[in-house]
């Protein structure tokens, strides 16, 4: 972590009794950040607020949260910023105060290296033994509660691949570990529908809006996997990464693959 | 929160990047402690051990929480000792770092006020509309995503109910929000099976122990509730409470759960 504001002051501790900490209570954005401007910063926002709405938080202003992006990014280069917001309240208890106030943390971090690298050659990826868990009161938003993810990391970490690819209890594919993910199938992008669990993406989203005749939001049965022309995976510090390989089966970089990346580039 | 140690450091604060904090990637246990003795240490110690387990964390030694625990509760007469594990690790990111070092922190509360008179009196409950989420891997552990707990908390502070039953998607009867379970049917005592979701409370196995010839887990299907003679709730803190609503539906406060009152009170 580079530079942390808590409620707008420099500071890189919170309170013990932080309702993050005790009940993963809050919500969170991950935003590249160019020479302190946040990229997609409108998409995050709308994300951040649907996250809110469904917690029974009041989002901070808009503008504040811009100018403590901004303030903790600049002179930073390219960056990642992360917002997490925590339900305030003190005392033991699960019960949270209705007046859904929260506190913001915001931290900037290294831009990681590689990632030009890892969008041209593809990773290489394994479906994940761990099943996420079905949500709907949580579906799509980017909530605290992240042990599904943690769980299913440690297993690609001792494992040779290096995504992982989650699936819910009844095998459909749900997204990668950090990433949504798309199939490419007679040149149409089919993506998981994200109601019942998962993180509806910025990337993703900002896909499914600029490609919306040749997209379609379904469920995905993990043995679409073995059927399909291209797979790819996105999310917004990497933008689309192409998977080459899940378990034993390989995957061409296909043109569709390429076509969203050189569309990326070219914004 | 009246007192609290972090990694042994008398501190109420923690590093923003905890990933407790960040991912919920953590365990904790709440303790009754009485003249700085904690209430059934080893049952606390082997839940935490097996939550620790699961999540591939290294427990501290025991004689260390216990005498931190000691250290946190000197002076303060009967108090609720918490203590939290996080994983430590550096940098954003779900993948856990492969040796399980973690942080402890350890705070005291003040003994919640009111005990005796809702064990003597019970309360009224209400299902909650929120069902938990089923996920095997961390079924029956007490780890830090607890957002599905917040989210029903909220519908019972908003509503003329005490406490908040919790159903599994296929409502099954799985706990209350912080307390087990016990339903009482023919003299039987029955107590959901906790394997796909719920926390293992302290108090239940305790119960389940010592009056296992008339115990029985297994799935309890909501229509049950209606059914049963008696049913209460019970954990660490709060002893046995008898519920004496559920929704609409009352219930008499029976002997079998006053019988298990008056065993806990002569321990």
């Not at 309240?89 to 105060?97: I, L």
């Not at 909530?143 to 699936?167: P, T, Y």
């Not at 999310?235 to 296909?254: E, M």
Request: with cysteine; charged share 20%.
């Amino acid at each position: 972590m580079l530079e942390c504001l808590v409620n707008g002051e420099i500071s890189k501790f919170i309170h013990t009794s932080n309702r993050g900490l005790n009940y993963a209570d809050g919500v969170f954005e991950t935003l590249v950040v160019q020479n302190a401007r946040p990229l997609r910063w409108q998409a995050h926002m709308d994300r951040l607020g649907l996250g809110c709405e469904r917690l029974g938080l009041v989002m901070p202003p808009q503008a504040l949260l811009l100018r403590e992006v901004q303030t903790i990014s600049t002179g930073l280069g390219d960056t990642v910023v992360k917002i997490v917001l925590t339900r305030d309240g003190h005392g033991r208890g699960y019960t949270p105060p209705s007046d859904g106030s929260c506190t913001r943390i915001i931290s900037a971090h290294p831009y990681p290296e590689g990632t030009n690298d890892i969008a041209r050659e593809g990773v290489t990826a394994q479906i994940c033994e761990l099943r996420l868990a079905l949500q709907p009161a949580l579906g799509g938003i980017k909530h605290l509660n992240r042990l599904d993810q943690v769980l299913a990391a440690a297993e690609i970490r001792d494992s040779s691949a290096v995504e992982g690819i989650l699936l819910d209890p009844e095998d459909h594919v749900i997204s990668a570990i950090a990433a949504n993910i798309f199939l490419v199938s007679d040149e149409r992008l089919l993506t998981p529908r994200l109601d019942r669990c998962g993180v509806r993406g910025v990337m993703r989203d900002h896909i499914l809006a600029a490609f919306a005749p040749r997209c379609e939001q379904r469920r995905i049965h993990a043995d679409m996997l073995w059927e399909a022309d291209e797979v790819f995976i996105c999310n917004t510090v990497r933008g689309v990464v192409p998977l080459i390989a899940i378990n034993d089966h390989a995957y061409d970089i296909g043109p569709i693959t390429r076509e969203l990346q050189a569309w990326l580039l070219s914004e």
